[in-house]
């Protein structure tokens, strides 16, 4: 077995990188399983980071002690939930950062809720919001594509499903951007300051939340969020605790808002880039579908997201130790060599588009994808029916936010005429 060594020259974490990380990821999939100097393994290729995400008896989301580690493998699920140690760091509610069994019931709770045919009713209203903000913009001939469309549509998708109230859409605004900044922090990225300034937003979204479960808990109303509420948990046979609400709330606003918001900018900047794409999309919309594909496949709006080794694991002959931490790119999968043909052009006639990484796989893949895809579908087919030759405007600086787990353009502006 290889003796894992430490390359700390193959790090996608500084600024420089996070902004252009293609060639790094390159460069890490020739090396393999690396092992940087933090101590994390970094898994690029295709068939690794399928391995990992497939085998969720050898890897977990939950980061958990050695200790506790151990006491997972020697005690049947009944016996170790019961120790508060353990639970506590089950229990989030967050899909993206929870284990079996308690993954298991969220998902059995939310994936009917979250299916293309669960959705079928919503498309209308999300028809209707993306409609009502393009109405918004489209007499002025620009728009920034972000602040003025794509954020706010993932918002009001987010404020309409779960039944809150649109006054509340401002600060929620704030929130969303607040969260995604704080996956900086890991890296170094942000100083003290700011750090404290994020975490204040954070415990004053939380309390936002609960004043709503509060609400709902007093005045029960026919919507998703009195439904969360209500819901009891199958295995356990009680409902959601404050914990796993408030995780369960905040994986639903991050999953269904920054994904998709990044995916429709990206998305743009794409079509404009490769204006023979654009043009036969606007010959034949059913296309459409295939091109959100590609647009998530090439520009992955989640670079990578973290799991723990729960046993001494080999991946390509490479040790990986009970305990340490992998960061399982996601970005650098969708665009292997060795699984993509010509993985870095954009081509939206690839015969294994469903095959993206985009949305993670097997136990842990993305329960909002189903709205993601159906968001994407409907926000190309109301922008490029409505607008036309579209173009970049010169305010543009194409540059990126600096978290390393979201790829989105800061700002996009676009010039435009206004269909007759």
Not at 58 to 87: C, D, G, Y
Not at 143 to 166: C, K, N, W
Request: hydrophobic share 40%.
């Amino acid at each position: 077995m290889e003796q894992m060594k430490v390359h700390p020259e193959l790090n996608p974490f500084k600024p420089e990188i996070v902004e252009e990380p293609y060639e790094m990821h390159e460069k890490i999939r020739e090396a393999g399983v690396v092992r940087i100097d933090d101590g994390r393994f970094l898994i690029t290729r295709f068939e690794d980071v399928d391995f990992v995400l497939r085998r969720d008896d050898l890897f977990a989301n939950v980061p958990k002690t050695l200790e506790q580690l151990s006491l997972e493998a020697n005690h049947a699920v009944e016996e170790f939930r019961e120790m508060p140690e353990i639970a506590s760091a089950r229990e989030t509610g967050a899909l993206p950062s929870s284990d079996p069994p308690e993954h298991t019931e969220y998902r059995k709770m939310m994936g009917p809720k979250l299916s293309a045919r669960g959705l079928t009713w919503f498309e209308p209203k999300v028809e209707e919001i993306i409609d009502n903000l393009i109405d918004a913009f489209i007499d002025d001939g620009t728009v920034e594509l972000s602040s003025q469309f794509a954020t706010p549509m993932t918002v009001y998708v987010f404020v309409r499903l779960l039944g809150i109230e649109d006054q509340d859409i401002p600060r929620m605004k704030i929130w969303v951007d607040d969260t995604i900044e704080s996956m900086s922090a890991a890296v170094g990225m942000l100083d003290s300051i700011r750090m404290k300034e994020l975490e204040l937003s954070r415990k004053e979204f939380m309390n936002f939340l609960m004043e709503l479960v509060e609400q709902r808990r007093k005045e029960p109303k026919d919507d998703l969020l009195t439904f969360i509420i209500n819901h009891e948990l199958d295995a356990f046979k009680r409902p959601l605790h404050e914990q796993e609400l408030q995780g369960m709330l905040t994986t639903l606003l991050m999953g269904g808002t920054e994904t998709t918001l990044n995916m429709i900018c990206s998305g743009m900047w794409l079509l404009l880039k490769h204006p023979e794409t654009m043009e036969e999309i606007q010959k034949d919309f059913s296309l459409i579908p295939q091109f959100v594909e590609e647009a998530l496949r090439i520009e992955s709006p989640v670079q990578a997201l973290a799991r723990q080794a729960i046993k001494d694991t080999e991946i390509d002959g490479v040790l990986i130790p009970k305990g340490s931490l992998l960061w399982v790119m996601y970005a650098a999968a969708n665009r292997d060599p060795n699984h993509w043909k010509q993985p870095d052009d954009f081509n939206i006639h690839r015969t294994e588009l469903q095959q993206t990484m985009a949305f993670g796989r097997y136990v842990h893949y993305c329960i909002g994808a189903p709205l993601a895809r159906m968001e994407g579908r409907v926000a190309f087919t109301s922008l490029l029916n409505r607008l036309a030759n579209i173009r970049f405007s010169d305010k543009n600086e194409f540059t990126h936010g600096a978290s390393h787990v979201i790829r989105g353009f800061k700002e996009m502006w676009l010039n435009f005429e206004k269909k007759v």
